[in-house]
């Protein structure tokens, strides 16, 4: 079926527009006050838009409807239900009620939630988000919602989400208010996220179990040709990939999502999807759709979508930058600098607020990305260190200087590109460039979070970005509410800000091993591993933090800090069993047969040389080599094995994540070297699965 923009897109959503032609007008109006003022929604209200709701998907072909949330797995869940409900006589009838749209009722304790839910105490609720639309995915209605326990604890990514955006919201009024807006404009956070992904055969990834069972390869020596020429980047999207990109596309706008960049990206079998901005908690649920139909639809070309943060060692592993900014409820960009970004007190005031919160809170924004995935990313080529910084770029860098300095700026003239050819267009450069090594940069009017991870729930990082910016503005309103003069006083609150907190900005190359030392001179936090960022999340200022707030209670911080921890050490655990099994059951035997026929080779050469002479070297040397090298593949295992067993000997969780970050993890990469050798020798026709070559240029 043809797609038409004009038609299709957003047709499989429960959008304002199906609302406003479905709903009686004062039912569509208090709905849409709901969505806006996030008032209380009233249950005759939701008995209307559940049949209205329940009608325009029968029409559509729906028999079912589901809560479509979003627990701690970092995944989405969903029970899907029937409309049918049975009448006298034995017949049936379509109906769904305002209480079915607004709660359901899953198991609590089947899912994680790092001791808040007992197995014996079972009861959770899901709750209607009505600021996310529902939307039909197959023959379901899709009905957004949040998800918590039967004593009102968040279960999942959504409530901390939402309850950080009523904090943004609070505290950027009252801000807000202070330069005059009306009561009635409120603070959003929007983001657009970029999704990397690697595209691979699909009988590929059926002949490696590793992929299959973690994400990754465990195993793997480098091809001749990996990213090296860089001729990957941006290239022709070949006709399989760009086929996939298409139908992917087209079921996105279908349920409103304004999928809007695709390409290549800098390894072989990577790409990239972008979104245009939207609401941070819109966005998030549409991330979590991106997703899963990324990989739902690859089968339908033979292919399988890898969101691991590192597939493929060697070669760039896959990121989600985040790029996030805040707005009024009107449309103005707060971060919008302007053309006069020196006379714009309130664009310094929230740029501020913004440093402030990320100086003050490096470990909550590590922590908001620490996964034992995207450690292996952190710190590569492709991603900014492990260690937090604000990038501002020259022009900004220079305005906060003189505030600092208390000196009058000197506006930049604007200065026309030049490129050499007469017959190219002119236009003006921009008064900096962007720097690609920084965790947090600015891109002109919004920040670009890039060190979440590919696989990733954006949820996370957002909800930890809007509390800290919405602290630092907790903090500036408290001081400038009193102030008698308003405008001294912003000026005064700026440059004191940008004085303490200095040492968070740096536009230097952060792969750098002189940033590394100038970092820690600074005293910025450099939390290597996912063990090492995470204990801080349970510390009394983080706590209180997210208290003052309303985004986690303390049992809520406590859970999150136990799932992260469990999670990162059942990741690890996972993987080197899966090395030993693969060890066992495939590299031995497959390294045992092709030694034997070298040894085989060799003899039988060696009981000729009588009347021959001929040259055996060849022979020997292999056998020698793979002889050596299946001693060290013995060692390797064994101590990995006995690696595993000694965890299982460690006290407390975060003992357990610092053993399997170091001494499980360490065993793990001496065992892939041996592998890894040992693959380039045993023939290709021998070897027990498909090498990086034949995996990351399997799509013709």
């Known amino acids: 079926m043809m797609f038409s923009m004009d038609t299709d897109f957003g047709s499989l959503v429960f959008n304002e527009s199906v609302m406003k032609d479905r709903l009686p007008a004062d039912i569509y109006k208090s709905l849409l006050s709901t969505m806006i003022t996030r008032a209380p929604l009233d249950i005759n209200v939701a008995n209307v838009v559940a049949s209205a709701m329940k009608n325009w998907a029968v029409e559509k072909g729906v028999t079912h409807f589901t809560h479509w949330f979003q627990p701690m797995t970092g ?288 470990d909550l924004l590590r922590i908001s990305v620490a996964t034992a995935a995207n450690d292996h ?59 690609r090594t920084s965790p947090f940069a600015f891109t002109g009017n919004k920040f670009e979070f890039r060190m979440v991870g590919s696989s990733l729930s954006i949820a996370g990082p957002n909800f930890i970005l809007n509390t800290i910016v919405a602290d630092a503005m907790s903090q500036f309103a408290d001081e400038l509410e009193k102030a008698e003069d308003f405008i001294a006083a912003v000026n005064a609150l700026v440059k004191r800000t940008i004085v303490e907190h200095e040492r968070i900005i740096f536009n230097g190359n952060n792969y750098s091993e002189e940033w590394l030392v100038e970092a820690e001179e600074r005293g910025l936090l450099n939390l290597a591993t996912t063990a090492d960022a995470l204990p801080l999340f349970i510390t009394d200022k983080n706590v209180e933090l997210f208290e003052k707030h309303g985004v986690l209670m303390r049992s809520e911080v406590l859970s999150r800090a136990e799932l992260l921890m469990e999670n990162y050490v059942k990741t690890i655990h996972i993987e080197a069993l899966t090395m030993i099994d693969l060890t066992h059951r495939c590299i031995i035997p497959a390294v045992i047969d092709y030694t034997r026929r070298a040894l085989d080779s060799l003899q039988k050469k060696n009981s000729m040389n009588i009347n021959l002479a001929l040259d055996t070297t060849l022979e020997t040397k292999l056998v020698e080599r793979l002889a050596g090298l299946s001693g060290t593949l013995q060692k390797d295992l064994d101590s990995l094995e006995d690696a595993v067993m000694q965890a299982a000997k460690c006290g407390d969780a975060t003992e357990s994540a610092r053993y399997y970050g170091t001494e499980v993890f360490y065993s793990m990469q001496a065992l892939r070297g041996s592998v890894d050798e040992l693959e380039t020798l045993v023939g290709g026709k021998d070897w027990p699965m498909p090498t990086y070559g034949e995996i990351l240029y399997s799509v013709k």
């Open 75 to 362: 995944v989405t869940a969903e029970k899907h239900e029937a409309f049918i409900s049975v009448k006298p006589g034995g017949g049936v009838i379509m109906e769904f009620s305002g209480k079915e749209l607004v709660r359901g009722e899953p198991d609590a304790s089947s899912f994680p939630t790092g001791g808040i839910r007992a197995t014996f105490e079972a009861r959770g609720y899901t709750a209607w988000d009505p600021t996310s639309y529902a939307f039909i995915k197959g023959n379901v209605l899709c009905i957004p919602t949040a998800f918590c326990s039967y004593s009102g604890e968040a279960l999942d990514k959504k409530t901390p989400l939402l309850r950080s955006m009523q904090a943004i919201s609070k505290e950027g009024r009252r801000l807000l208010k202070l330069f005059g807006e009306k009561d009635d404009v409120d603070v959003l956070a929007n983001v657009g996220a970029e999704q990397e992904y690697f595209l691979i055969d699909q009988t590929m990834y059926d002949k490696r179990p590793d992929l299959i069972y973690c994400g990754r390869t465990l195993f793997g020596s480098r091809p001749p040709k990996g990213q090296d020429l860089e001729d990957h980047y941006f290239g022709a999207i070949k006709p399989r990939v760009a086929a996939y990109m298409k139908e992917l596309d087209e079921t996105l706008w279908r349920l409103g999502i304004a999928s809007k960049t695709k390409h290549n990206e800098v390894a072989p079998a990577q790409h990239e999807l972008a979104a245009i901005y939207e609401s941070v908690n819109i966005a998030t649920d549409h991330n979590q759709l991106i997703m899963e139909l990324m990989k739902i639809i690859a089968p339908n070309y033979g292919l399988t979508c890898l969101l691991h943060e590192k597939p493929f060692a060697g070669v760039n592993g896959s990121g989600k930058h985040n790029n996030w900014s805040i707005a009024t409820s009107t449309g103005e960009n707060l971060l919008d600098p302007g053309n006069t970004p020196y006379k714009n007190a309130r664009f310094l005031l929230f740029l501020s607020a913004v440093i402030k919160a990320v100086d003050e809170h490096q």
């Open 377 to 435: 990313r952190l710190g590569a080529n492709e991603a900014p260190p492990a260690i937090i910084s604000v990038f501002l770029g020259e022009e900004l860098t220079e305005i906060l200087d003189t505030i600092k300095k208390g000196v009058i700026y000197k506006q930049r003239e604007e200065t026309p590109m030049e490129i050499g050819v007469d017959v190219l267009p002119v236009f003006p450069k921009d008064t900096t460039d962007r720097n």
